[in-house]
T-cell receptor, first 114, second 115 residues
Framework: DAKTTQPNSMESNEEEPVHLPCNHS???????IHWYRQLPSQGPEYVIH???SNVNNRMASLAIAEDRKSSTLILHRATLRDAAVYYC???????????????FGKGTHLIIQP | GAGVSQSPSNKVTEKGKDVELRCDPI?????LYWYRQRLGQGLEFLIY????????KSGLPSDRFSAERTGESVSTLTIQRTQQEDSAVYLC?????????????FGQGTRLTVV
């Protein structure tokens, strides 16, 4: 399986940027890096994904290291609504772990302080 | 509908009874996933469908659990002779046939309580 490693929890202040790290040292060339988040009492929702280049969308930015062995999800201005568990997932041919590579680890519990 | 729909949203059942949980994926999505999430825990993969076939059933916790999908659409997860440890939120997700570069969409889940 292509594995990811994330901190168990992080804390940030409202209206400040948040950088959520993810290590994936065994990533293969065909693996996409996906981020999902799960707000309290809700199903997970897609945040962003990328392959090699940095990506931006309305929710966040994804910065991918040049060697692709790590990535960082960036929330530019955190709000209380961003408090959630954030999951970094690798999806690719032979990602393994069942579910065609959509296997969730423990993620990072992001706490936002007002 | 526009999103993944799961029913019922809540189900309370007596120990030993059978339950059926339903998932309506987004139209055109051929990949469908079932997960279980116990209170305060992470998502536990159960089973994955590609079309009507389930290439990976490795996550089903016991032979009391089964799932089927018909018409490359609706899926049902059946739990026979429910036990208290089956109490959890059961989540369904769907995505396009080539999911590597696409997102998966989740339903709101079915909260199952076995009493």
């Amino acid at each position: 399986d292509a594995k990811t490693t994330q901190p168990n929890s992080m804390e940030s202040n409202e209206e400040e940027p948040v950088h959520l790290p993810c290590n994936h040292s065994t990533i293969s060339g065909t693996d996409y890096i996906h981020w999902y988040r799960q707000l309290p009492s809700q199903g997970p929702e897609y945040v962003i994904h990328g392959l090699t280049s940095n990506v931006n969308n309305r929710m966040a930015s994804l910065a991918i290291a040049e060697d692709r062995k790590s990535s960082t999800l960036i929330l530019h201005r955190a709000t209380l609504r961003d408090a959630a568990v954030y999951y970094c997932i690798l999806r690719g041919l032979g990602s393994g772990g069942g579910a065609d590579g959509l296997t969730f680890g423990k993620g990072t519990h992001l706490i936002i302080q007002p | 509908g526009a999103g993944v729909s799961q029913s019922p949203s809540n189900k309370v059942t007596e120990k030993g009874k059978d339950v059926e949980l339903r998932c309506d994926p987004i139209s055109g999505h051929t990949a469908l996933y079932w997960y279980r999430q116990r209170l305060g825990q992470g998502l536990e993969f159960l089973i994955y469908f590609q079309g009507n076939s389930a290439p990976d059933k490795s996550g089903l916790p016991s032979d009391r659990f089964s799932a089927e999908r018909t018409g490359e659409s609706v899926s049902t997860l059946t739990i026979q002779r429910t036990q208290q440890e089956d109490s959890a939120v059961y989540l369904c997700a769907s995505s396009l046939e080539t999911p590597l570069d696409t997102e998966a969409f989740f339903g709101q889940g079915t909260r199952l309580t076995v009493v």
